[in-house]
C-alpha cells in the first residue's frame, strides 16, 4: 500500500475525503506486484474525484482474461493496461506500442528512437520542423518514463529501455489482446540463423528480427 500510495502522490490522496477508502480497492486489485502498484498508481495520481476511482475499480475488477493464459497471468495484463489506455491520444500509444520491436533488456537511444518515430509518421503533426518534432518525442519519452511505461538506463540523459514484463504487455495490446497475434512479428534477439517463414511477414504489420544472426532469406519476402 505504501508503495501505491507513494506513486498516486498527496495531491489526489487529499483531493476528497473518499479517495483513501477507494485507493485500498485499487490497490488490492493489483494483488501485490510491485509493478502493477506503481504503473496504476503512477496512472490514478491525476484522478482527483471519486467517480473516476469508482471507475478504475470496476474496469479492474471486472475486466475477464482471455481464455489463454501466457507466462504472466493475462488478468495481470489487464490490471497494467490501465495505465496504456490512460496515455490519452494514438501517438502517444503508437510511440510506445512501437518500443516492444526492441529485445528484452535493450538500451533504446532516444535520439535514433525519436527518428524512428519520425520515420513511422508518429510525429507527423510537427514534420515541418525537425526541431520541434524532436522536441515532442522527447516529451512523449517523459509521459511514457512518468506512467512507468518506459525506464532509465545507466546513462540516463541517452538512453531508455522497457521492462520485461511491460514488454510482454507492450506486444499483448498489439497483437490486441490475443485477438490477432500475427499483427507484430517480434523475434528480436532471440539468437535465430534462419529467419521466419516469409508468409507470416505477409500477415504483419510489423516484423523485427533484429540482434539475430540470419544470414541470408532464402524466400523473396
Not at 469508482?54 to 471486472?62: D, E, P, R, Y
Not at 509518421?121 to 514534420?127: I, K, P, T
Not at 512507468?148 to 538506463?153: F, P, T
Not at 540516463?156 to 499483448?172: G, T
Request: proline share 4%; hydrophobic share 40%.
Amino acid at each position: 500500500m505504501n508503495l501505491f500510495l507513494r506513486n498516486v502522490g498527496e495531491e489526489a490522496m487529499k483531493s476528497h475525503p473518499e479517495i483513501p477508502i477507494l485507493a485500498n480497492s485499487v490497490a488490492k486489485e493489483c494483488k501485490g506486484l510491485p509493478l502493477a502498484l506503481i504503473t496504476i498508481g503512477r496512472a490514478m495520481a491525476c484522478k482527483k474525484t471519486p467517480q473516476e476511482w469508482k471507475h478504475a475499480i470496476s474496469v479492474l475488477s471486472t475486466s475477464k482474461p482471455p481464455s489463454e493464459i501466457s507466462g504472466m497471468n493475462d488478468k495481470m495484463l489487464l490490471r497494467l493496461k490501465f495505465s496504456y489506455d490512460n496515455l490519452g491520444g494514438d501517438t502517444i500509444k503508437s510511440c510506445f506500442l512501437y518500443c516492444a520491436l526492441f529485445p528484452e533488456d535493450y538500451s533504446i537511444i532516444k535520439e535514433q528512437l525519436i527518428d524512428y518515430w519520425i520515420g513511422e509518421g508518429f510525429l507527423d503533426e510537427w514534420d515541418d520542423d525537425l526541431d520541434t518534432a524532436h522536441n515532442k518525442g522527447h516529451d512523449i519519452i517523459g509521459r511514457l518514463k512518468a506512467a512507468c511505461l518506459l525506464e532509465s538506463r545507466s546513462d540516463e540523459e541517452r538512453e531508455v529501455k522497457l521492462h520485461d514484463v511491460i514488454r510482454d504487455l507492450a506486444l499483448w495490446i498489439a497483437s490486441e489482446c490475443r485477438k490477432n497475434k500475427k499483427r507484430f512479428l517480434v523475434r528480436a534477439g532471440m539468437g535465430l540463423k534462419h529467419a521466419p517463414e516469409v508468409e507470416r511477414w505477409k500477415e504483419a504489420e510489423r516484423t523485427s528480427l533484429m540482434n539475430n544472426g540470419i544470414k541470408e532469406v532464402t524466400e523473396t519476402p
